[in-house]
């Protein structure tokens, strides 16, 4: 049987009880957010948390659109929210479907992130969204469009766009904007096919290929991934790396949601589940919840990938913010990830 967030409650299980589960889920936020709890009086229902959600709104930076541009000239737009927290600040970055962009992000789920404490960033991938732009060496542009893109863009997405990511969240780092040895990845459908494969890509030390110079951190950044109605394989891009890795394997912190309407997409998720389960180490129900490192949650739907975050009622958000803060923050390992000024080799 797999184990879900209702390891939080280890009599639950997960295939039988998936509204169980998510009720602990939202009930464990509640613990860990009581002001959001008791922002009401019982006379006006919702009106101090009306007014407690604007205020803290407005307290927050601004998004920003940001331009980069990828080692092979894609020209790349992204959003990013700054978190409240400063050097405490935990990078989420969070990436689209094939033929969605980072809008699927942006109208909610980045700012409600935001608002609870985390640095946020949403890219356009190579030909999604505003990112269809490439300067060619003769000084012509080409356009690139997610529907023709050629097998080998998308694992340039990992190497290209996913690395200008990194890069751009490196200077954050080092301005004291967030921790970068905290970062986390959400990928919804092909995003997470992304996600799974830069956590390799990063375990192994990207373009250096050694997670570490001398003294020197380069790599092994990621330390959680959230799988939004994952695949064992997308347009050439496997999860056959990211397993045979053990750091991606073993150590980094997997949510994998999904809708248990629709049985394909379902079926998938599960692969992708037992196959990191094998070498994880059993939970035990004697131990604290935060020492669990994957989790499955089904969802009573058929909706799948980001439009997940569309439906109020299933609390996608509140689930991944609860990992968040579980494998981030409150657990063991996590206090040791420390925020450092970045240095790369040769600087």
Known sequence: MCKTMSQLDPRLNDWESPRLAIL????????????RLFAADDNKPGQKAAVSAKAVEAELPRPEDIAMQTADNVQLTATYYRGGKGKE????????????????YTKYF??????????VIVPDLRGHGDSKRL?????????????TLAPNQFNL????????????????????????????????????????EFAWYDAMGYDQGASEYGSLKLGRFVKALVLISPETAFKGISIRHAVQNPAVRNDISVLILVGNGDNKALSEAKRVYSVFERDRAKPDPEKKADQQTLFFTPLETKLQGANLLTDKNLKVEE???VFLNLRLVKSDA?????????????Q
């Open 135 to 147: 300067k060619t060496l003769h000084g012509k542009d080409e356009t690139l469009d997610a529907i």
């Open 24 to 35: 602990f889920a939202v009930l464990f936020l509640c613990g860990a957010f009581p002001s």
């Open 89 to 104: 600040s935990i990078p989420v970055v969070l990436l689209h479907g094939w033929k969605h962009d980072r809008t699927d």
């Open 110 to 119: 980045a700012p409600y992130l935001q608002s609870k404490g985390f640095a």
């Open 157 to 196: 997405m990992v190497t290209q766009d996913m690395k200008a990511v990194k890069d751009f969240l490196w200077e954050k780092n080092n301005a004291g904007e967030l921790n970068l040895d905290k970062l986390c990845v959400v990928g919804a459908e092909m995003g997470a096919s992304i996600a799974l």
């Open 319 to 321: 689930i991944i913010t």
């Open 334 to 346: 996590a206090k040791t990830w420390f925020w450092k000024e970045r240095k790369l080799p040769h």
